[in-house]
């Protein structure tokens, strides 16, 4: 069993930066792959983020490329997620989420975090 609580989400103005953290319980952090999803009031969770259980491997969404970084540290357990230049419409929850690097998807990861709300105003 994993679980996973998201911090550093709140409220900041457009061109403004936040970095929200990921923290996992369990020793077997580094089996699994990581990731950020987030969902906008009305629409679909969408993925933003992920990185491999090394960290050498990382993917984005097309509509965050260049402006958010994702990076894990395995020794802490945890997982970031930098984001510079926020625009308004990267207002969403943003979630957490972890799967097995091996034998599981991104389509249906294998735990999911409680959210933590970002709002970039204009």
């Known amino acids: 069993q994993v679980q996973l609580v998201e911090s550093g989400g709140g409220l900041v103005q457009a061109g403004g930066s936040l970095r929200l953290s990921c923290a996992a319980s369990g020793r077997t952090f580094s089996r699994y792959d990581m990731g950020w999803f987030r969902q906008a009031p009305g629409k679909e969770r969408e993925f933003v983020a992920s990185i491999s259980w090394s960290g050498r491997t990382t993917y984005y969404a097309d509509s965050v490329k260049g402006r958010f970084t994702i990076s894990r540290d395995n020794a802490k357990n945890t997982v970031y997620l930098q984001m510079n230049s926020l625009q308004p419409e990267d207002t969403a929850v943003y979630y957490c989420?972890?799967?097995?690097?091996?034998?599981?998807?991104?389509?249906?990861?294998?735990?999911w975090g409680q959210g933590t709300q970002v709002t970039v105003s204009s």
């Open positions: 989420a972890a799967k097995l690097a091996v034998g599981s998807s991104w389509v249906e990861p294998d735990y």
